[in-house]
Every structure is written in structure tokens, then in C-alpha cells.
Nanobody, 114 residues
Framework: VQLQASGGGLVQAGGSLRLSCTASGSIFSINRMGWYRQAPAKERELVATISSGGTINYGDSVKGRFTISRDTAKNTVYLQMNSLKPEDTAVYYC?????????WGQGTLVTVSS
């Protein structure tokens, strides 16, 4: 599985961004896709995931502000990020999970200025 992420950038606090992640390769094996993030000097944390059955999970810090969705026909997962805060600044990593394998995309930087 290969994951291609896009959509990061610089935005002011209160603004919005949308990240996209497209999967290719052995996508039939994927049970869940989503996003994690890692800020400088911090551990990687869950942002949001969506399962093949449509179950969605959000990290506590983004609930009510971020929305994950998917386009099955395009093998793409989206992360709509609204009301961004400076503490959302991080490298965002796309992730795909199956019982046998976990894959990570290359990461896309999101910077929120105050």
C-alpha cells in the first residue's frame, strides 16, 4: 500500500485546511485509514480514523473541529480541519491499517499562526 498525502500549509488561527490521502496498491487489505500528527518534541497522536465499515474515531483535542470523510471510489480519505489553533501545528501523517500491516504516508506539515 502506498499513501499519498497532500493539503498541508500555513494558515492563521481560526482558519481551515483540508488534507487528502489517496491509497494505492493492495488497498483491498485496508481495514481503517486515518490521520495522526506529531508536533515538535511530542509523541505522535491520533487525529481521526475511519474504518471500512464507516466507524469514525477522533482524538479528544480535535473533536468538534475536524471532520474525517472518505471517497471510496477514489480510495481517498479527507480531513477537514476548521477553527484551527496554533497547537494544531504538526506534521500530519496519513495511516492505513490492516491486521497484518500498518502503512504511513510521507507526512504533510500544517502550521497555524497566532
Amino acid at each position: 500500500v502506498q499513501l499519498q498525502a497532500s493539503g498541508g500549509g500555513l494558515v492563521q488561527a481560526g482558519g481551515s485546511l483540508r488534507l487528502s490521502c489517496t491509497a494505492s496498491g493492495s488497498i483491498f487489505s485496508i481495514n481503517r485509514m486515518g490521520w495522526y500528527r506529531q508536533a515538535p518534541a511530542k509523541e505522535r497522536e491520533l487525529v481521526a480514523t475511519i474504518s471500512s465499515g464507516g466507524t469514525i474515531n477522533y482524538g479528544d483535542s480535535v473533536k468538534g473541529r475536524f471532520t474525517i470523510s472518505r471517497d471510496t471510489a477514489k480510495n481517498t480519505v479527507y480531513l477537514q480541519m476548521n477553527s484551527l489553533k496554533p497547537e494544531d501545528t504538526a506534521v500530519y501523517y496519513c495511516n492505513s491499517w490492516s491486521p497484518l500491516y500498518t502503512y504511513w504516508g510521507q507526512g504533510t506539515l500544517v502550521t497555524v499562526s497566532s
